[in-house]
């Protein structure tokens, strides 16, 4: 069997759409509403990608059925106090937040689970040697070389395969045959170029974020696939053990010595990287944060014996907010005002009658569209799905976003309140690592994040502080693979 190939990384939004989009707006013909035009720009797009735009002198708002301004000013007031936040507001949310999580740290089976991950402590810093990770995502299998230095500083080299729908649907032990194969065509590929000296028995994270139960680290009972993965006999079996089964049949000599959770990985990546750090956060498709609580306050772990001043990674699988339900949102939005007779009389709307059609990368186009008439909606409305708008539903489109994405930026903040809170790190302050899309892309969504933080700390909330988090699912499945084999070798809680 010939070996599996890395792929060339590539970006999740797909820039040759949104160059049809723009693409759109230009293409108007004379005497249409939108023909006039004056002078010409560019943008940049979510991913880095310039843009052109023109903008037109005079709007033609010649049809009939376009949505009158004083209408569309009423139905936005009516959502303004809907998606609107106010500090009072989110100050209630966190309480009960702070409840909720309190729950999840008492007992199993809670809507926030609070799932220990068996991390105990911070990183040191001064971690060091050669460790892999490697990382079952969506759409591709990462595998990691990660050199910790010491200090906070690190190599990495890595490849990725890309993954097959075939793949994500084949049975358990052939999905894992791929990962044994793909991992030992990167060590040989790695021995041969000098990079790594040593490959046996070399320690490795094992970055697999689906729901999983684990009562010690380097196990994980798979509860359900997510993701589009429905491979067979996993769930309900361990992924460790099935994988390391793999291994040994391709002969392939690493040890599985942690199975990772990526926003665990990034708390611990970005605290090795900037020790201020006490709080690791994923703000893209999905959501979730991870922070370290003390044993003794988590009474469903009192029967391991564990110190009540142990410090444990909690990995709290919140879904208070996601960039997945964004576009969904703001699509429901629209569905209500067009079963109302609003919006769009007159034209086929099957189109956005489709459930999650709309992806948020939309929101963010819209809210950063920088044309006087708004040409990236009517770029995104005209191409994806065949209907027209007027000027003033496009105003109340982009209005419409920046209400739904602010209200994103502040649930989030009221999530990382909560978590400060419980975490005794209000009086020093702190910092956050966040990673994600919704983060990384959508505009002054860190802004937002802030400003809730204010909102609900006061004078406090400017102590804490946020900042790209480093890579959790290689860098910090490494450096957990490393600390775990420290513990271990130690005698400390080996059977953890």
């Known amino acids: 069997m010939a070996s599996p190939q890395p792929i060339a990384s590539h970006e999740e939004i797909d820039d040759a759409s949104i160059h049809a989009i723009k693409r759109t707006n230009l293409d108007v013909q004379p005497g249409s509403r939108d023909a006039s035009r004056r002078g010409s720009g560019t943008i ?4 880095g990608a310039p843009t052109l735009f023109y903008t037109s002198t005079e709007l033609h708002e010649a049809k009939p059925h376009a949505s009158s301004a004083a209408l569309m000013t009423d139905m936005l007031r009516k959502y303004e106090s809907m998606f609107t936040l106010t500090a009072q507001r989110m100050r209630i949310i966190v ?29 040191t ?7 892999l990770a490697l990382d079952l995502g969506g759409t591709n299998l990462r ?24 793949q994500k649907q084949m049975e358990g032990e052939k999905l894992f045959d791929f990962c044994a194969e793909c991992l030992a065509s990167f ?41 589009g993965w429905g491979s067979l006999n996993v769930e309900g079996h361990d992924v460790a053990e099935i994988f ?25 990546a970005s605290h090795y990287a900037n020790p201020r750090t006490r709080m690791g956060v994923i703000l893209g ?14 009474p469903k772990m009192k029967h391991l014996g564990i110190p009540d001043d142990e410090l444990m990674a909690i990995n709290c699988e919140w879904k208070c907010i996601s960039g997945r339900y964004l576009g969904e949102i703001f699509r429901l939005v629209l569905v209500e005002l067009i079963d109302d007779g609003i919006l769009f009389p007159g034209q086929d709307t099957t189109k956005l009658e489709v459930p999650y059609c709309l992806d948020t990368a939309y929101l963010s186009m819209m809210e950063s569209d920088p044309t006087p008439e708004l040409l990236t909606v009517v770029g995104i409305f005209t191409y994806f799905f065949q209907v027209e708008t007027s000027i003033t539903e496009r105003q109340f489109f982009q209005a419409l976003a920046k209400m739904i994405g602010t209200r994103a930026a502040r649930l989030a903040s009221c999530g990382m309140a909560a978590v ?47 900042h790209h988090a480093e890579d959790g699912s290689g860098l910090g499945s490494a450096i957990i693979a490393a600390m775990t084999k420290t513990r271990k070798d130690a005698g400390h809680f080996p059977h953890l």
């Open 44 to 47: 940049i797009t979510p991913t």
């Open 95 to 123: 309480d009960a937040f702070e409840e909720t999580l309190e729950k999840g740290l008492q007992s199993d089976g809670q809507i926030v689970p609070m799932i220990p991950a068996f991390v105990f402590g911070w990183p």
């Open 125 to 131: 810093g001064k971690e060091a040697g050669d460790y």
């Open 143 to 166: 595998v990691c070389l990660v050199t910790l230095l010491g200090g906070g500083k690190f190599d990495i080299t890595q490849s990725k395969y890309r993954i097959t729908e075939e």
């Open 187 to 227: 060590i040989d590929s790695s021995m041969a170029s000098g990079v790594l000296k040593n490959a046996h028995s070399i320690p490795m994270g094992f970055t697999f974020s689906y729901p999983c139960h684990q009562d010690r680290i380097d196990n994980g009972i798979l509860i359900r696939w997510t993701k």
């Open 244 to 268: 390391q089964r793999s291994l040994r049949k391709h002969n392939v000599s690493v040890e599985i010595t942690a199975i990772v959770n990526d926003t665990t990985g990034a708390l611990i």
């Open 285 to 298: 498709t999905g959501c979730n944060a991870a922070y370290m609580e003390k044993v003794g306050n988590i």
């Open 420 to 466: 400060a809170r419980r975490s005794d790190v209000l009086e020093e302050g702190c910092s956050i690592g966040i990673d994600g899309s919704l983060y990384n892309m959508y505009p002054g969504f860190k802004e937002r994040i802030h400003e809730g933080l204010v909102d609900i700390l006061g004078e406090k909330g400017k102590d804490i502080v946020t």
